[in-house]
Every structure is written in C-alpha cells, then in structure tokens.
C-alpha cells in the first residue's frame, strides 16, 4: 500500500496532490492516472489538471465548486473529499503512446555533441548510439509550452547543464540536463547540453492539442539519416 | 470601428481574463494583472466582464478614437485625458470621432485598463485574446488599429466606492499557507508574517523579486518541479521571495510558502519598485469567503448598470 498523498491548497482556487518528493516512474503513473481520471470525470468547477513528476494540481472554478457542495466546509475541503477517495490503484491508465522523434545530429545541429563525448570519455557516435538505444517517458510539460521533460538518460552521456546557458538555443533542439532530455520547441534561452534538431512541430498554438507530446508518451529519437535510408 | 495606436507606451498589451485550461500544456493563462480592475471597467462599459482590454503601464499608449466609443478606466490613475480634457477612472465616458486618449502623469499605481463596449475585438488562440510575450505574441505598437464596437451605452456611470479595491503603496495582503510553509523554521515563519518586504527593480508581468530579511526552511529542499499559480510565494536559495504574478510559468522547483488570495492580487498587481507588501495568513476557508463576497457586490454593479441603462432606454 502506497503512501496516501499530501493534499494541500495551493491558493483559494487550486490544490496539489502530491505523491512524494522524487522523480520516479511510479509515482508518475500514478500523478497521470489521477489527471486521467478527473479529466474524464470532471466535479461541478474543475478547470483542469495539471501534472508534475510526482505531484498533480487541480484548478477549479472556487465559486461553483462551493455552490455545488453546499454541505462542504469549502471547495477546497469538497475537492480534497473528491481527490482522496480517488482510487488511482484501480484506475489502468490508457496505453502509452510510442512516439518517434527524427534527430539531425550533424554538426550544425549537434552544438554540445563533442562536449557532451569528452565529458563521458567517449566519440560523438556512441553518445548517438546510446542516446537512441533507450526509450525515454514523458514525465511532465515545464519550461516553455509543449517543453516535455523525458528520462532518464544513460548514466555514461548525462551531461550537466551548460556553465554558460545560450541566449538563444534554436527551435527543435534536442537537449541533455543530467539524467534528463527535452527539446525546445521555440527558440529559447538555455542551458541544456544541445546533442541534435528535430524539425518536428512540438508546439502548434492554434491546434485544440497544442502540444505534440504528452506526459506519460514514450519517446524514442531516431537518427534522421537512417529514417531516409 | 477601430482604435488607432498613436504611441504604444512602454508596455500595453490586450489582455482577458486569461488563457485557463491550458496549464497542462504549459501555457500560462496571462491575462489581466488586475482583475477586479478590468472586471469593473468591463461591466460599466455593459461589456461581458471577460472581454478583452487594453493593459496599459506608464508612459502610457495614446490612442485616437475612429468613431463614437464608449469606455471605461480603471486601476493606476495615470491623469487620463481625453482631447485634453480630463477623464474620471472608474466611469464610463463617450468619446467622440477623432478623440485622442493621453495619460499624463504618473499617479498612484502601477497599470491601467482601458475597457470599451463590446469589448476589444481580436483573433484569440485557445479561447482567449491575452497577449503572451513569452511564446512571441507581440505588445502594442505604434500604428496598430484595434478592432471594437462603435455606439454603447451613454448613461453616466460609476462604480461605488465599497467596490473598488484600496490601493496603497504599502498593502498587507493576505495569503494561504503554502505547501512547503509548513517546513519554514519559527523565526522564518514570523519574519514571513509580521516583517514588510519591498518591491526590487526587478518587477514585471511574470513576477516580484522582494527583498527583506532572510528565510529559511528547517532543512534546505531539494525539490523537483511541482506547479505553481498566480500569487504562489516561492522561496529562494538566497532567502529572499518572489511573487509570481499573471505571466509566470507553470512550475517551478523553489519551495511555495504560501499563496496570495484571489481578491488581493489587484492590490499586489498595483505594486512597483520600492513599494512594499506585508503577508497575513487566512485560512482557505476565509479566503473563499471574501472571494464569494466579492462576487456578491461585482454582482450589483453588474445588476445595477443594467438597471440604469434600461431606464435610459425606457426614457428616451
């Protein structure tokens, strides 16, 4: 029996549920499952759901949330009530999607690729090698709209941030932050290691799903060259 | 009809009452700093209190009226005239064809709305018109022609005082407990709750740096991402505070000692360098109260224009 989660306001208008204080894979399905579940069975004033690596805030409408349970001492008190009696155990989340990316990691695209094999003693080609040998899950969106932070990254190319972040990191690079990977779907500053570039649309605002990945997705790069062949 | 941008001030933006529903794709909402402002011009106006409106910090934009208008200004008092003469915030004034809107001087406050009936019309993404210069939506500029209805509403309105919020330069605004509050050592807690903070220079839409005494938790955190919201008080490696206000992003990895409640972020979102700000602690309970409260009297207004304008109609 897992540990019950922290359920705590987080202002007057939103709550978090928080499952514990570290990024595993567990935990995560769990936080993805509760969202799952209230988006598809949404309370009187839910907003939306918004997950985290191990922690899961629900924004509500205070107002219609209260007025819908008259019998509560607040909403938060109704959707605290709600949440804990959300069996997350039972609730067998949607299958994984298998999402392939198609990675340029040639030199122009590739900026921290020979920094990224000096740091783990290695050659460009293996950091490649290793980094599209693994699967990689979509943990949560962060940083910048549809900016998925993915793990984890093999222990032999995870390469710190950047000392210095760029002020400007291309749109569609791929990155490397320790164990973890992502790909800036604008151009942005930061300070990740960038290994390569997708020319993927990861963010389309005027689209009903604006993100192309989702968290709970598994991921998979792939090396454009060998995509064409 | 349109409104021409004459000069777009240092930032004026068209902002709603924000992108909601978006967060789980990290898009922050945006949207208005100051609510009950932009609600209250909104529903003088006889406009839905969710339109869009012109956010205007000072300097301030100078527009010119291309038709007969109806609008609204609220929040800052930045000396608004209309074809040099002066404009009442908070009331609902006509403009004529060829007007030209000035702010003049910098008054009490720190952003200003200008709502027009019908609302400013524009292309929205994902259900709103809130502009979110993160991801390159632009801020006004010089030239732009925006989009909203002619005619309106004549009658001379205004908002009560009960309504309106109390400004100063020194609020005390209160706040819920955080969910990592409860780790903050006794002495923190009190310098949280009982010292005054002041606004640094680095104060924008996305949010407050404070500077004060120290904070601290018991034990230093390490925390992974977890979300955070409109008035979410994150804590720093340094000890100081941040406010995050209506552009802030979506999570962050700073412990979130408390929360500011909904109906005194308008306070906060008048605030600029060198204010200050002191936090009391209510319960959700209370803050839920005072948010119900609060809807009650918008209730009125919006109730009690309707009325006046129906007579207007009646009469005429």
Redesign the interface.
Known sequence: MPDLPKILPLGDNAITVDFGNVISLELNQRVISLAEHLTMNPFPGFVEAVPAYSSLAIFYDTLTTRAAFPERESAFDAVRRIVSRIDVEDERSTESRLIEIPVDFGPNAALDLSDVADLGGLSTKDVVEIFTNATYRVFMLGFLPGFAYMGEVDERIAAPRRQAPRLKVPKGSVGIAGRQTGIYPLESPGGWQIIGRTDLELFTPEAEEPCMLRPGDNVRFVRRDQLQN | MPLIIRKPGILTTVQDLGR????????NPCGVMDTTAARIANTLVGSDESSAVIETHFPAVELEFDADTTFAISGADFGAKLSRKSVRNWSVTKATAGDVLTFSKKGSGSRAYIAVHGGILCDG??GSSSTNL???DSKLVAGDLIDCESGGVSKDLSAGLSLLPRYNRFPTVRI????EFEFLTASSERTFLTDGFTLTNDCNRMGYRLSGKPVHLLHA????????????IQLLPDGQLIVLMADH???GGYP?IG????VDLPLLAQLGPNDGVSFQLVS??E??HL??RF?RELNYLRVGCKLQRQNAFDRS
């Open positions: 909601t529903g978006a967060r789980r794709f990290c898009i993404w994902l993160a991801i390159g819920v407990a955080g969910p955190r390490e925390m992974v991402s977890a979300a955070v919201a409109f008035g979410t992003q979506t999570s979130r929360n500011v409640i909904s959700v309970n803050a839920e948010a119900q809807e």
